[in-house]
């Protein structure tokens, strides 16, 4: 069996370097601006996250992930090797691939990510949730419906989430980027529709208000950047029919003292945790202490 690597929280290569000072930290902050735009457009996008020689190696990890026999398989919470809806298209999806592969451990560690993440949220100290690698392969990569990321993570209160997308390719409107609805953030919780399904199932739940108001924007970005989005932002992402890959991770975190609201188990193989309890512990660990990690700033 492959060592659980959930157990360590902690960067373990040399991936990144974790600052050890309040001016160290200094060069990840985003500005005031940039938080200004992600509160009132519900996201914040072009954030350089990796350098080209650490996507290659979260390249060369994400290979060896996709094999449905590699050694580690049995840690993911899941694998879908295509979730697709559509027989003729392909969308590689999973969630737990931190506990697996040295790289993915620590990107959750990645200074840049988690000062911007507590930015956004509000400079509260930040959790783990949980990842994601989205795969669209060249020619007939498949679509990720229009969803809400909260719609489908309610059995954790309160709603203090933040989910981060990195491109490990160049992603534009040919290959399948991201899409935003800027602004749905305000228009409460909808139903969800099906993830990998009809593009357009979320247009049933709409008003006809939310419907003149859908309005989406791509998210065109160079391979190694990041896009911050509300965790009730509209978004989504249409099919790959270019030829080359889009291949990307997804880091969803909460604030500290989120809790669970469910008497099921949150992620396949976790322990449950009763409602009210707060998440926390091997898989929920912290990823930036703001009364520890760093000076108040």
Known sequence: MAKDLSEFHELLTDLFEWPNSQEEWEQYRLSPEQVKFFKE???????????????????????????????????FYEFKSNES???????????????????????????????????????????????????KPARHGGVVAWHQDYSYWTRSVPMQH?????????????????????????WGLLDKPELAGDMDGIMDYLNEAQKEEFQPVPIEMKRGYGTFHHPLLVHGSYENKSERSRRAFVLNVFADGTQSN????????????????????????????????????
Not at 50 to 60: F, S
Not at 168 to 180: K, P, R, S, V
Request: with cysteine; net charge negative; aromatic share 10%.
């Open 41 to 75: 457009n519900g996201y914040l996008s072009h954030i350089k996250l990796l350098e080209t020689w650490q996507v290659d190696k979260l390249n060369e990890e994400l290979e060896a992930l996709t094999d449905p026999e590699h050694p580690g398989n049995e840690l």
């Open 162 to 186: 933040l989910t981060c997308w990195v491109g490990l390719d160049d992603a534009d409107t040919q290959n399948g980027c991201m899409h935003y609805v800027p602004g749905s953030h305000r």
């Open 85 to 135: 809806t559509d027989p003729n298209t392909v969308l590689f999806h999973s969630l737990g691939h931190w506990r697996i592969k040295d790289g993915f451990h620590d990107i959750l560690w990645n200074p840049s990510f988690v000062m911007a993440a507590s930015q956004l949220l509000e400079d509260k100290s930040v959790r783990f949730w949980h990842d994601q690698l989205f795969c």
């Open 262 to 297: 469910t008497h099921e188990e949150l992620l396949a193989g976790v322990p449950v945790f009763s409602p009210g309890e707060q998440l926390k512990g091997q898989f929920f660990p912290i990823l930036i202490d703001r009364a520890e990690e760093y000076p108040k700033v």
